[in-house]
DNA sequence: AAGCCAACCAACCGCCCCACC
DNA sequence: AGGTGGGGCGGTTGGTTGGCT
């Protein structure tokens, strides 16, 4: 199945990085002919490389009109709020960013957007709340151990710290709990970025992250960046050329992703507050992500309850603890 | 100084789409 | 209408680089 790669006819075309003398070649046959044909090309320019690879090194490397370097903010601003509308669509985005490519801004997403998102705790391609529960599990395994500990060793002061640590761990989830029962505003990329709470996940759970230290320590760079970026707007929206064309008729990605200007005022009015709505946002708001991907949104919350729920259990047989929490 | 590791990014691969015959 | 070829796209790989131990 599938047609054959375009060069297979000919192994001895070279691969691999490109030479200054190939590059020169390459440029000074596209200055002089154009690139009518990809494929008749390679022998018109005497390089010993297949159409397509020329193609990639002209439009990612060589083209005259590439902007090189770091991305501006209002760039990277631009790439989110694009890719929270297109998806994986880089060369659509691209489209948007005049001098980027769209292997330049794929490699920019995977290498510093995603890890900014997933600090965030935004799942970077729904641009909603994550919903992995690994930092439930890893709370319910500490809970375990540390009760286990406690009966194998009840006078090991090593476990008492566990069990220390496991309620202190326990009052943190609570609290949280029920800053989020009582926050009720939409979840949109926006309002992540210009929340003051940059770990909306980790912030829940009071730190118990399973991601490497590197990919969520907090870093003041980080809540820099979070910080600068609360004075976004729609209008970031509005600068584009006009996403509304990529749908055809009818489509409001502004109200579709939560983007009116109520809800953003909303959402900054309530900085009090600055966990994320992880509730609302799948249980209330139904944006046009969750309608078209909403296999993925449905069980996380349930499973979320159902760790709520564990904890509540496990704790049951010594309730004690949540007595005077609550108290 | 050497080794290790993570991050970055250029380039490749395979598939898809579309124009042309 | 169906086959074919070329170009384009998105995912992935692997080489390079820089920081850390």
Redesign the pocket.
Known sequence: ???S???AEDANL?????TPEEDQKLVDCINKHG?????ALPKLAGLN?C???C???W???LRPDIKRGKFTEEEERVIINLHAVLG?????IAAHLPGRT???I???W???IR?KLLNMGIDPQTHKPRTDLNHLLNLSQLLCASQLGNLMNPGDTAFKLQVDAAQLAKTQLLQNLLKIINTNKPATVDTFLGSQNPYPIEGLLGGTSTL?D??LAPTPENITNNAGATSQTSTDFQALEDPCAYFGNGFNYESNLGMNNQSLSNSFEQTENPLPELVSASLGQTSSINQTDDKTETAPDSTIYEAWDKLIMEDEADGSYWKEILE
């Not at 690139?35 to 494929?39: E, K, L, Q």
């Open positions: 199945m599938g047609r790669p375009c060069c070279k691969k691999g990085p490109w690139h009518g044909s990809w494929r490389r159409g397509k690879s193609r990639l090194r439009t990612n490397y994986n669509k880089w060369s659509r769209d292997n330049e794929k490699n920019y995977n290498t510093q890890k490497s590197k990919e």
